[in-house]
Nanobody, 122 residues
Framework: VQLQASGGGLVQAGGSLRLSCAGSGRTFNSYTMAWFRQAPGKEREFVAGISWTGGSLPYADSAKDRFTISRDNGKKTLTLDMNSLKPEDTALYYC????????????????WGQGTQVTVSS
């Protein structure tokens, strides 16, 4: 599976962004997918995950009630809608895919996109 993330950019606090992740490969539909992010000087952290059937998994506390993850298996795409953005959301956002393992654990993910930068100004 190959993944390519896009949609990042510069936005003011309170604004919105939609991140997309385009997947390739016949088995895309069988993977649990997730978004992670990494801010400068910090460890990569889980943001949101979704099962291969499209059922969302528990969000990170930082993303609850503001972010929504979804997928379209027919189009092999993963999306993260981000609302009410805050400066602390500034990070490089990665999409990732896994077959098995803890959905919130970056070490359990096999395939990664290249990352897309989100910058939220105050």
């Amino acid at each position: 599976v190959q993944l390519q993330a896009s949609g990042g950019g510069l936005v003011q606090a309170g604004g919105s962004l939609r991140l997309s992740c385009a997947g390739s490969g016949r088995t895309f539909n069988s993977y649990t997918m997730a978004w992670f992010r990494q801010a400068p000087g910090k460890e990569r952290e889980f943001v949101a995950g979704i099962s291969w059937t499209g059922g969302s998994l528990p969000y990170a506390d930082s993303a609850k009630d503001r972010f929504t993850i979804s997928r379209d298996n027919g189009k092999k795409t993963l999306t993260l809608d981000m609302n009410s953005l805050k400066p602390e959301d500034t990070a490089l956002y990665y999409c990732a895919a896994q077959r098995i393992g803890r959905y919130y654990d970056a070490a359990a993910f096999t395939y990664w996109g290249q990352g897309t930068q989100v910058t939220v100004s105050s």
